[in-house]
Nanobody, 128 residues
């Protein structure tokens, strides 16, 4: 019943911007940390960014710091990834994921195994 649906991918030129969205259903959205991962052809899944349940704290991969921003709108059950200054190295399939891990405090993970639910991905291609 849980469903995560990514959208917003496409073809962009290097230096351009793109905003990805992930709409969640079938879960209590406020109870889940959310993350974004990406996967280039022939490579493993790579952590991009994560956000706390309230949206008050974020965690970003070093490769995207200063360029990408993760955010969420709990009223819309949606998490976003704003991508600026895109590089050819950013090309890949982007996946959103939901982490139901209980914690009494702030908790975010870079480990894909931590996440319980995954979307099917949206393709981002950056031309050079």
């Amino acid at each position: 019943q849980v469903q995560l649906v990514e959208s917003g991918g496409g073809l962009v030129q290097a230096g351009g911007s793109l905003r990805l969205s992930c709409a969640a259903s079938g879960l209590t959205f406020n109870n889940y940390r959310m993350g974004w991962f990406r996967q280039a052809p022939g490579k493993g899944r790579e952590f991009v960014a994560a956000i706390t349940r309230s949206g008050g704290d974020t965690l970003n991969a070093n490769s995207v710091k200063g360029r990408f921003t993760i955010s969420r709108d709990n009223a819309k059950n949606t998490v976003y990834l704003q991508m600026n200054s895109l590089k050819s190295e950013d090309t890949g399939a982007y996946y959103c994921a939901a982490d139901r891990t209980y914690s009494s405090g702030t908790y975010l993970s870079r480990n894909a195994a931590t996440y319980d639910y995954w979307g099917q991905g949206t393709q981002v291609t950056v031309s050079s």
